[in-house]
């Protein structure tokens, strides 16, 4: 249907699974690169690590998960909010905007990273819109 706005794609898939062409294009959204993987192999087409959360807070949430989940999410949240973080959100919308975007993690777990935060503020109405 010409004219009708889709809803933009987002897909999370991990570092280690194979590139394929459903994942249009594909984002790093870790704060370090992963070990052991060239990016030839990891098929990244952009490492946006402005949306990711800041090393202090990565490494404080890493040091307990269980016990820190929805604090972590709410500090997330909050850095999310700063004008960096909004820029890459707003980046990362108009890429998805245009085709599929796949947000790709080491994480062994992306459920319990920050990947879901991520996702929910990509489908989000932008901050300067909400006025």
Known sequence: MEGVAQQPRYRVKRVYDAPDAADGRR?????LWPRGVSKQAAGIDEWAKDVTPSNDLR???????????????????IELGDDEHQQGLARLRRE?????????????EPEYSHVPVLLEELRETPKADRR
Do not use: C, I, M, S
């Open 27 to 31: 984002v790093l959204v870790d704060r």
């Open 59 to 77: 490494k404080w949430y890493h040091a307990d998960p269980r016990t820190r989940r929805a604090e972590f999410e709410r500090k997330y949240r």
């Open 96 to 108: 998805a905007a245009e085709g599929p975007l796949t947000l790709v993690t080491a994480t062994k």
